[in-house]
């Protein structure tokens, strides 16, 4: 299957500060990825999709002023939480694969953010 | 709206003890149904895919099936190391919908 990548695998930030996490598609090219958190012992909570070249599109309840999401090239997509609180700790997953979205997805290895 | 149901919540087998897990579905022109595994701290891996009833996918003690309502995920003589959760997807005209998993639990 497809090989997809995250980075940073966890990290640690104060309240207030902005963390950026990556997410790239190493052996194809993904027009469309997504972005997904996950609480403890719960499913995966769909964020938002990302586009190549376009905007991200948010699921309702999601605000996209706080998660910014940029994917700049066919293998790269960001998600930035800006102005981190406590309760944006969580685990982050992207994913990608199909075309334009359709079919099986494959997950990077997720990011753990805790928020002091 | 779209829905996925997975059953049991959680399972505890026997190291060999086969059994099998549920995912049912509510959803509008379904395109595909998706299974993983899950380990904790860790994203999902892609097990099978499913598009329509009748349809059978093997892998190792794995075995998927699909029906117009519900999936199963069949697991013959499981071993510890299959301890994982499994989530269960589908996919209509928007992005995957996941039911909760089903967190396996093998005793050796």
């Known amino acids: 299957g497809a090989v997809v990548s995250q980075h940073p695998s966890w990290v640690i930030c104060k309240s207030g500060t902005s963390v950026k996490i990556e997410c790239r598609s190493l052996d194809f090219q993904a027009t469309t990825m997504f972005w997904y958190r996950q609480f403890p012992k719960q499913s995966l909570m769909l964020m938002a999709t990302?586009?190549?070249?376009?905007?991200?599109?948010?699921e309702q309840g999601v605000e996209k002023d706080k998660f910014l999401i940029n994917h700049a090239s066919l293998t790269l997509s960001t998600l930035t939480v800006t102005s981190a609180h406590p309760e944006d700790s969580s685990f982050y997953i992207c994913?990608?694969?199909?075309?334009?979205?359709?079919?099986?997805?494959?997950f990077g290895p997720g990011t753990r953010l805790t928020v002091l | 709206e779209d829905q996925v149901t997975q059953s049991p919540e959680a399972l505890r087998l026997q190291e060999g003890e086969s059994s099998s897990l549920n995912c049912s579905y509510t959803v509008s022109g379904l395109r595909g149904l998706f299974w993983y595994r899950q380990d904790p701290g860790k994203g999902p891996e892609f097990l099978f895919t499913?598009?329509?009833a009748g349809e059978e996918k093997e892998k190792e003690r794995l075995k998927a099936t699909l029906t117009k309502k519900e999936s199963f995920l069949h697991i013959t003589a499981p071993k510890p190391e299959d301890s994982a959760t499994y989530l269960c997807a589908v996919q209509t005209n928007t992005p995957l919908v996941f039911g909760k998993g089903t967190r396996l639990s093998v005793i050796a």
């Open positions: 499913l598009y329509s």
């Open positions: 990302s586009n190549e070249g376009s905007k991200a599109t948010y």
């Open positions: 994913s990608a694969g199909g075309l334009a979205g359709v079919g099986e997805q494959f």
